[in-house]
């Protein structure tokens, strides 16, 4: 833990306000994994992950293959009276939305379907510009975007009621886990690293600057 001084000659740029009693900091620098916290309070007000931007743009890379797997195959096959019938996140939404269902089929295709992915495709664009050094003129309205939208995210309470149905349903039919399953495990896995990662570091990108202090 490395305290911050709120004495010191930086510019406008270098100064973090703490976000719960406005008390204004010179930045300096941390170590990876660690954080500076507020002299007055205590809060954290930024920290320095221990992964670099390269190796989170490698892990969101992978989490988006898993999405596109997990959202390809079955997540389970269910082998009842000699039917066979396959299911998938999309098609289990249609489903619901036939079904009557309509507001459980919006919240399902919003929390497990579009806000994961927007998550991924905007992390990807926002690390993507920070490893390259090129900062497209829309990175701060995405990466307000990608605060706003992820605690919407939820693939994790997903992955918990699929696994209560598997066991549910396992007691009435053949329940194959599909290939989906284990795909959306790991993404689940690769989720937990990603949603560990500060986005507000994320606000300071250039590396040379950072390294620099
Ligand atoms: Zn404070």
Not at 42 to 60: C, E, K, N, S
Not at 96 to 116: C, K, Y
Not at 197 to 208: E, N
Request: aromatic content about 8%; proline content about 7%; overall charge positive.
């Amino acid at each position: 833990m490395t305290p911050v001084a709120a004495e010191g000659d930086g510019t406008e740029a270098d100064l973090a306000a703490c976000p719960e009693c406005d008390e204004l900091h010179v930045r300096r620098a941390v170590r990876p994994g660690e954080r500076a916290r507020c002299t007055r309070c205590g809060t954290t007000l930024y920290r320095r992950p221990r992964r670099r931007p390269d190796h989170m743009l490698a892990i969101v890379t992978a989490a988006l293959i898993a999405f596109v797997v997990a959202n390809t195959f079955p997540i389970l096959v269910l082998r009842a009276q000699g039917i066979l019938s396959e299911a998938t996140l999309l098609g289990s939404v249609a489903a619901l939305w036939t079904e009557g269902q309509e507001p459980a089929a919006v919240l399902v295709f919003l929390t497990a379907w579009l806000f994961p992915l927007f998550d991924l495709l905007a992390l990807f664009v926002l690390l993507l510009s920070v490893t390259t050094g090129r900062r497209p003129a829309l990175y701060a309205p995405l990466l307000r975007a990608l605060q706003a939208v992820r605690p919407w995210g939820m693939i994790e309470v997903l992955m918990l009621g699929v696994l209560v149905s598997l066991i549910k349903l396992s007691r009435m039919a053949d329940v194959v886990p599909g290939v989906a399953l284990w795909a959306f495990i790991a993404l689940t896995v690769l989720l937990a690293a990603i949603l560990s990662y500060d986005l507000r570091v994320l606000w300071r990108p250039v590396p040379h600057q950072e390294a620099a202090r």
